[in-house]
């Protein structure tokens, strides 16, 4: 079956120390989606990065990366000199390919790390 | 290009009736999912909604139920309301393309009293 871990429940760091969120993950399929997204506290859950399963390069986008290793099923997220606007609940999320085109709707989330910068 | 739309915001009911809420995606977008958020279960996939036929389902009772009319408007609709019921409920949108991300609104909290 699916499933999302990401086992920090909180994390709480002085701004401008980087902060890695890890998250692993399980499935059966070997084409699949990973995802990661934000929601601040106006609840609103903020796209981040679409990774698909046949695509292992890290990606760096600003302050953020990440490292994305199936042989441990892994896809962390890394914030480099974290900022107060930083705090959120960060997710991590899974989806297996659509058996037709266009369908990614049934998208599995872990339970969310709870990143708190502080000044 | 605006966003996904959710009205109402804030809702509050009592125990046993029922609530509509309602979810504009995206203009273009024509996949709608309904998610529940909510302390203990975290999000969980609700359902999805393509070209006015649902086209995935979650594990929630026939309480919970949706529609979509044709310019890909949706609606949520959950009867007889529980306590547990009370949660964030999140719409997102996505277009037709294999790769296509979905995109959240800011949700409707429901509390039920």
């Known amino acids: 079956a699916q499933k999302v871990t990401q086992a920090q429940t909180e994390i709480s760091v002085v701004e401008k120390e980087d902060v890695t969120l890890d998250c692993v993950y399980e499935?059966?399929?070997?084409?699949?989606?990973l995802f990661w997204y934000k929601q601040p506290p106006s609840g609103e859950l903020v796209f981040l990065i679409r990774r698909n399963s046949f695509d292992e390069q890290n990606e760096i986008s600003g302050r953020y990366s990440w490292n994305f290793q199936k042989s441990t099923s892994s896809f962390n997220f890394t914030i480099t000199a974290s900022q107060v606007v930083d705090s959120a609940v960060y997710f991590c999320?899974?989806?297996?390919?659509?058996?037709?085109?266009?369908?990614?709707?049934?998208?599995?989330f872990g339970k969310g790390t709870k990143l708190s910068v502080k000044p | 290009k605006a966003g996904v739309t959710q009205t109402p915001r804030y809702l509050i009911k009592t125990r046993g009736q029922q609530v509509t809420l309602s979810c504009s995606p995206i203009s273009g977008h024509r996949s709608v999912s309904w998610y529940q958020q909510t302390p203990g279960q975290g999000l969980q996939f609700l359902f999805e909604y393509f070209s006015e036929t649902q086209r995935n389902k979650g594990n929630f009772p026939g309480r919970f139920s949706g529609r979509q009319f044709s310019n890909s408007r949706s609606e949520m609709n959950v009867s007889t309301l529980e306590l547990g019921d009370s949660a964030l409920y999140l719409c997102a949108s996505k277009g037709d393309g294999y790769t296509d991300t979905q995109y959240f609104g800011p949700g409707t909290r429901l509390t039920v009293l």
């Open positions: 999320a899974l989806s297996e390919a659509p058996l037709y085109g266009g369908s990614q709707g049934n998208l599995i």
């Open positions: 499935t059966r399929d070997t084409t699949y989606y």
